[in-house]
Each structure stands twice: as structure tokens, then as C-alpha cells.
């Protein structure tokens, strides 16, 4: 890698489900360069074991916090990002986030019908199916009874998937590791595969520490494999490293002291996963991880959305009280747990800092109105296990981060905002960000194909610049 060698059109910045978007839209065109932290996998080659899951495809080893240590955050690293180590849900936003939005920033396309488009097409990439019956495990008829019960409306999940064959027995638990048969459409084997071939650069495990904008080009620093540094140069750059990723690498840059909403408005959707144990075996960790979400206006009114899930068995350890001989007695009822998460639309905005020293810290809190969302949650979940005669009920007390949103909000105002609507940087014509960095609020909806959608608006914006 002779940096003096490597001028590209675009450089983009992580390899997951932005970046991977928008490679494959512009690949026909221009010159580009993917720099990814994580590795690149081939199919056969995701981790079996989850403690490999844990220690390479995350930042953080497995899991990092907020200041407070009472948050917890999920950040992929590795090739395909969140596609890689998600559910594959995708869902479009409702008229009640896209008005929050357009409420807060004036921004005209955020809106139901000028996304439709960019929905439609980003739909068009990759197969989609809705769980089908035979893929849908005790721990889906648990969660469709309690909704039944209680008198609240459901609906099957949309995935990004095809041919799961869950009757040759194939089970989606493993699919957190990375789906090593292919069906569900990570970026690997949909739109990254496609920009590749067409002539798209990739290299994998390069951790970018620097990038300077000097007007006429972008110039990128970083490690290969933490050894030696490279220097590439480009017309344009994008970054797509995600919420936390891009924040941080803004303010090792030194934006932070020239846009004051870099790292404003950062939001997580805190999920509580919740076990009820029952006397028959359940066996959640079988066939489709996740079949059904609630679909109750209600739930929608009040701040949070229930759906069927479960985690591989380190992962679910950390949810159960106890240590030792209790622990492991608790643990051995894993075939007879069911799961039912409750996910908060949060209200509470947090922020990413940088001290004096470079230290970089995440403030996030939940305020009274997202622990009243949590409490109801939790009860509405409580009664639907006692309604399917669950012997004992084990409430989250960890939340948990998935979607992690904001600190480069799109909007008009710089001080609250780092990201214009032409989807630049303020003041910065050549650097570009389109992930799900710039929401400028939590939609309370899967974040994954709205990222798809304005990945693909966004790249209208950046063919301009050529």
C-alpha cells in the first residue's frame, strides 16, 4: 500500500450498511476506497464459538458503557457492520418520527412521501421475507399468546432474508455471529459483494485516526492492522463508522472546536430483555431468533415497541441474578426460557465529549418519562407471561444500546447540528455523512433501512460534487 500511489475519487470510511450503499450506487463511476476497522469474513469463516464473536467483531471486546457504567452499547466491527451481527429487520419510519424530525430541524424530505422513493429502492437491493410459520419457535407462540391475551395487536417481522431452510434445521441464534450460510442479506453478500465487483476497493482491519480537509481534497490517516501508517488522499470522503465512530474520529481531527454539534443528540433505543421460565421447554435459541413485534398503536403512543428475541447463552448469563451454584442452577433452564424485549423510544438526548487530554466519554442518561416507558413495558410483559403460566419472571435490569443514533444530526443549525442537508459537513464541501449518525432523534423503529434509504438520497448529493 504505496500511500503516494493511492489518489481516489472517494474514500469511505467503514464498510457497514451506509458505506456499503453507497460504494455500490457510485461504484460505476468513481474511484473509490472502503476502509473498514473489522475483518472481513467469508461466509465459513464467522465465529462459531460466541466468545470469538465477542472478541473480534466488537469494539470493546463485546461491550462498551457510558460514563456511568449503567448503559450498555453494542458496536459492531467487522466487514458489513450491523448487517452482519443484526436481526436483519427492516422497517420504514412512521409519519410520527419523520414529523419529530422535520419538527426539530425544518429539513423538507423528511417526510413519509419524499423518503418513499428512496425506501422503494434501497427495498429493490435485497430479498425480504416475512418469518414464515414453520421458522416461528415456542418463544414467537409465548409472545403471540401473551398479545392475544392482553388484547394487544402484533404482526410478523420483515427481515432481510431468504432461504433460511429452518426445517433442515438452521437457527437464527447463529446468525449474531454472522450468517455462514448467506441468507440473511448482509452487506457481504448484497450490496458490498456488488461494489466490489465492480471494481471497488476494500481494506479491512485499518483503524483511521486522522483525516484533514484541505479544501481542494482529503487526506486520511490510519494503521493497517495497528503497524505501520498509511496516508491516502481523496476528493471527497464519507464517513459511515457509525454514531460513536464518526464523533470520536471528529474530534481526534479537531471539527470538535469548529462545529459545536458535533457529538449532540446522541440516543440508543435502551432494550430490556426479559425471561419468563416455564415448566414446559420453550427452546428459544431454536429457528427464527426474532418472529413477531407488537404493532399496538398504544404501545406506539406511549414510547416503546415489545418483540420476541433471545441471546446466545454467555449473552444471557449477564441478565440472570445470582453467582455461582444459583447462577448455574438458573442457567440450566435455558431450553425453558422465554424472552420478550422491551425497546424504549428514549427521550433523553446524550452527548460525546472530549476532554482536555483527548480522553472521549459518552454522557447518556434515561430521564423519568424513558423510565416510565420502561416501567410499562416491563408490566404489559410481566402480564403476558403470567397470562402463559410462567413459574418465574426475571426482569431486565441492563439496558442495552443497539441503535446507536445522533451526534452528527442533520439540520440547519450548527450549533445543534453537524450535518447539513445536502448530507455535508458544515462548512466542509468534500466530507460527506449519511449513517445513523445524523438522526437527529430517536425514531422509536429499526434504524436499518431508513440508513439505506438516505445512504441512497445521499448519494445523489455526492455525484453532484463531481
Known sequence: MDESKHFYD????????????????LSQDLRILILEAGINYKLKEYPIHEVHTSAKMYWGGGIEFNTDANIAFLRPKVVGGGSVINGALVDRFDDIAFDDWKGQTKVNFFNSKDMGPWYEKAESKFQIQYIPEEGRNGNAEIFAQGMKAKGFSYS???????????EEGNDCIECLSGCRIGSKQ??????????LQNGVELISQFEVENIEDHGDCVSVWG????????KFRSKKVVMAAGAIGNVRLLFKSGF??????IGKNFYTHPQYMNLGIFEKKI????????????????????????ENVFAPPAGLSMLIPGFGKKHMRQMKKIAHMSCIEVAIRDTEPGKMEQDRNGNFR????LNAEDRKRRKLGLEIINDMFESCGASEIIEGKLPVGLHLMGGCGLGHDANESAVNPEFKLFDHKNIYVADSSIFPSAPGINPS??????SLKATDQIAKGF
Open 223 to 230: 494503521k493497517h492492522k495497528k503497524q505501520r501508517t498509511f
Open 186 to 195: 448482509m452487506m457481504s453478500v448484497s450490496t458490498l459483494e456488488r461494489a
Open 10 to 25: 472517494l474514500i469511505i470510511i467503514g464498510g457497514g450498511i451506509s458505506g456499503s450503499f453507497i460504494a455500490e450506487a
Open 449 to 454: 433501512l431508513t440508513v439505506m434509504a438516505l
Open 256 to 261: 470538535g472546536e469548529k462545529i459545536p454539534g
Open 156 to 166: 410478523p417481522l420483515r427481515r432481510a432474508q431468504k432461504n433460511c431452510a429452518y
Open 283 to 306: 427452546q428459544s435459541f431454536k429457528g427464527a431468533l426474532q418472529a413477531y413485534k407488537s404493532s399496538e398503536p398504544r404501545f406506539r403512543q406511549w414510547g416503546f415497541k415489545l
Open 362 to 365: 459518552i454522557i447518556k442518561t
